[in-house]
């Protein structure tokens, strides 16, 4: 386990340009999950259960650029094949330009957000989100092939509206 973290802590500082996965997982379970990596800038998520249902996050990615994007969102379970395919109702509202002189600039998304897992340790997740002020799509969308390393910690790669690549998971 020691070695899986170690290769798993050099990918992320060694890996640019690259981020954490700051997107919410569809497959959430009972503990909250923390995201966080380097990259483009630095990203930090954290997504808790507050209901067997209902799983509330804030995620938030500093670029170099001096802005701050990130997004309040829920996810709603709307089917869990107890092993198969998680899909949840995604729903928040994202933001951009806090410290380029941009303004707050909030908008809503609506979406979906999807979970499968192809074996115990490896997991393809795809988030879907519509945001009709920002062509661009929404922080919360994106692709992404998790593999645990351990029950505490989990590799992702993938692309996500922040620009994210590399990342890690820990549910604490």
Do not use: C
Not at 94 to 118: D, H, I, K, Q, T
């Amino acid at each position: 386990m020691a070695r899986n973290l170690l290769f798993a802590l050099v990918t992320v500082l060694l890996a640019t340009p690259a981020a954490a996965s700051t997107m919410p997982k569809a497959d959430f379970g009972g503990s909250p999950v923390l995201g966080l990596g380097l990259g483009y800038g630095v990203g930090v998520s954290i997504d808790a259960p507050v209901a067997p249902q209902l799983s509330l996050g804030v995620a938030a990615h500093f670029a170099y650029f001096n802005t701050v994007h990130g997004d309040v969102r829920l996810l709603y379970k709307l089917l869990h094949g107890g092993g198969g395919l998680t899909l949840d109702l995604l729903g928040g509202v994202g933001y951009g330009g806090l410290l380029s002189g941009g303004g707050y600039n909030p908008s809503p998304f609506v979406g979906v957000a999807l979970a499968y897992p192809f074996t115990h340790q490896l997991t393809g997740r795809l988030n879907v989100g519509i945001n009709p002020l920002s062509p661009a799509g929404t922080t919360a969308s994106g692709i992404e092939l998790g593999y645990k390393f351990s029950n505490t910690l989990e590799g992702t790669i993938g692309a996500n509206g922040l620009g994210d690549v590399l990342g890690l998971k820990l549910y604490i």
